[in-house]
């Protein structure tokens, strides 16, 4: 008992030897980089995993809140390279007059409060408008998935404003710092991995807290939460919030680390990777979110260095094989063979243990008339 | 006494079908209230208009001296109503434990909630003694038998303290043995609370009732004690006169 009880936190601190000690000193600074932007990612997957795993809202456009937070931030550091004068864009796009809208961007404390205030605010007002109707299942992640396509189309079409298909791109300063030196980007490296860490925290307490046991009975059984005298919709909206949050956080750290913010970062098909990659490493525990977003983040890179188109086949495959071979993704595979390993020495011919596929175990409320 | 709810003049259409035609009911508090009906008599129908699921066409229910008019599910739960359903629906994977304590969380603020549980409440303790579940306590609900999940969504209910329980054919599908303890603890929960149950056993309905409103095509056709009901001849009429079949059926 004292053992398994260890277990958790152990693992946690050995996670967090290898990422703040032992990787800083083996990679060289091109793939440390890499490993920020891989987490990055898997902030935002953290959020989906809440959400979709715990919660059971498929959320397929996260990529808006990580362009949120990603153009917040954009938009501070090209008003600090600009001294004054316009964004380098903006004068290619004959703008004469810094928008209104980019004006309080200005202020840094602005700018970081708007990274998470503007998702989670965005996100609330949808939620409370969606999740009051009702509105669930595929129709909210068609919803979301149509969001993130506006999204884009909205980027794209306002050149002058937001830098339209090249995003914004070429920052030189980020509070003081040079961004091209190899120190502020292990700095950054630091912060991501810190950041992670900490959110990855912060979402097990409210996992494991009452709250966390009220998402998951309003992902098995919403209308009998009603009757318990609870509002899903509250619930849900608080936590599509808070996911929304973690991925504009996720998208100012980007910024800093890849050095751009573009629509192309952010529409249907990268916002749809990250579910992938969460339902890969393991929708039902948070740590498979992270996991999902490195793993398949590495693996992209990796496979894409050699054969460029082929990612998006073996990308597609690994998610069909998943769904419906292994639903708990990696995490649930490794806890089979852990399983099947304990049992083996003791009982040779014990019989198979039942499957316990949570997709089919869920029932829905029939609504009696 | 007083009234704990009333119906008055209550009527729900669906697409013509009127499967509630003009009820009127008034239940006392502290009353154990069977209410039976063949099939589409309108009893379930009943409690989804008492709890919000339903919304009636005309009439409405007074429960507690307060309209139930447009309020929504989880507020009338919060006003003092708590129901059960026909298949019941425990969260299965949660432990038995988790199931009630969530359902005794229920008026604490949403913030409150994202503490960490420390102990079990007393509510909470009450209700796993009640409903006999103490045993099964850390186990998920996803393993209990059929009987056992309806025990359990009586005791999620009875950590709610609600001034009226509608339990909706509790031992529809239950052993004999399982029908017996489900029969000790209607009389135990019926002792310190307002009870209106459906039910379509009549067995069951003979040991556990004392006052009986029978629903036939969405009308009250009468209200009395078990001896009354049993003899009047209309009741006999409707589940063992022209159509045979009736009497045996379950669901509504």
């Known amino acids: 008992m004292n053992l398994t009880r260890l277990k958790g936190p152990g693992l946690f601190a050995a996670v967090a030897v290898l990422a703040l000690v032992v990787a800083p000193l083996v990679l060289e600074p091109f793939r440390l980089g890499l490993l920020a932007k891989y987490l990055c990612f898997a902030i935002v997957a953290l959020g989906i995993g809440l959400a979709w795993g715990q919660g059971g809202m498929l959320v397929l456009g996260q990529g808006v809140f990580f362009g949120l937070g990603g153009y917040a931030m954009g938009m501070h550091l090209k008003l600090v390279d600009a001294q004054g004068d316009l964004p380098d864009f903006m004068i290619w796009s004959g703008v004469e007059q810094l928008p209104a809208l980019w004006k309080p961007f200005a202020n840094p404390v602005f ?100 709250f966390g046991r009220l998402l998951v009975a309003i992902r098995d059984g919403e209308d009998r939460v009603r009757f318990l005298g609870y509002d899903p919709a509250r619930v849900k909206t608080v936590v599509f919030a808070i996911s929304a949050g973690m991925a504009g956080l996720a998208g ?17 098909v990268p916002s749809l990777e990250l579910v992938v990659a969460v339902a890969v490493g393991g929708r039902f525990a948070l740590a498979g979110a992270i996991l999902g977003a490195v793993v398949m983040g590495y693996a992209k890179t990796s496979f894409s260095e050699q054969f460029a188109d082929g990612w998006l086949y073996l990308q597609g495959e690994l998610f069909i094989l998943v769904m419906t071979l292994a639903p708990k993704g990696i995490l649930g595979l490794a806890a089979s063979a852990r399983d099947a390993l304990a049992r083996r020495p003791r009982r040779p011919t014990a019989p198979k243990p039942p499957p316990t596929d949570d997709a089919s175990g869920r029932r829905v409320m029939e609504e009696v008339g | 006494m007083s009234p704990i709810i009333e119906i008055r003049g209550l009527s729900v259409v669906f697409d013509g079908f009127r499967a509630i035609d003009g009820i009127d009911l008034t239940v006392e508090e502290g009353e154990l209230r069977f209410l039976i009906g063949p099939n589409g008599a309108g009893k379930t129908t009943l409690v989804d208009v008492i709890t ?41 994977e949660l432990t038995v434990l988790e199931n009630l304590d969530l359902a005794a969380s229920f008026r604490r603020p949403l913030w409150s909630l994202t503490r960490r549980r420390r102990g079990i409440s007393e509510a909470v303790a009450d209700a796993l003694e009640t409903t006999g579940l103490r045993e099964l306590a850390d186990r998920p609900a996803g393993v209990l038998s059929h009987g056992q999940r309806q025990w359990l969504e009586i005791g999620m209910l009875l950590t709610q303290s609600p001034k009226l329980l509608l339990l909706d054919e509790p031992v529809a599908g239950m052993s004999k043995d399982e029908r017996e303890r489900t029969g000790e603890l209607l009389t135990s929960v019926a002792d310190d609370h307002t009870v209106i149950v459906i039910e379509h056993d009549m067995e069951f309905l003979r040991r556990y009732a004392s006052q009986v409103t029978v629903l036939h095509e969405g009308k009250v056709l009468i209200e009395g004690s078990v001896d009354q009901v049993r003899d009047d001849p209309r009741v006999q009429e409707v589940y063992l006169g022209r159509k045979r079949g009736d009497a045996v059926s379950t669901g509504s």
């Open chain 1, 111 to 210: 700018a970081l409060a708007m990274v998470v205030l503007g998702p989670m605010l965005i996100a609330a007002v949808l939620g409370l408008l969606v999740f009051r109707q009702r509105v669930r299942g595929a129709y909210f992640a068609i919803l979301t998935q149509a969001l993130a396509a506006a999204f884009v189309i909205l980027l794209v079409g306002r050149q002058g404003l937001t830098g339209g298909t090249n995003g914004l791109t070429n920052f030189f300063d980020l509070f003081g710092q040079d961004l091209a030196a190899d120190s502020t980007q292990r700095g950054l490296y630091f912060v991501v991995a810190i950041v992670t860490g900490l959110l990855y925290l912060g979402a097990r307490q409210l996992v494991g807290s009452r």
């Open chain 1, 252 to 268: 100012a750290l980007f910024v800093p680390v890849v050095g751009i913010i573009s629509p192309a970062l952010l529409g249907v």
């Open chain 2, 52 to 92: 919000g699921l339903t919304r009636p066409t005309t009439g409405e229910v007074v429960f507690d001296g307060r309209s139930l008019a447009g309020l929504r599910e989880h507020s009338i739960v919060r006003l003092g109503v708590g129901r059960t359903f026909q298949t019941s629906v425990v969260f299965e």
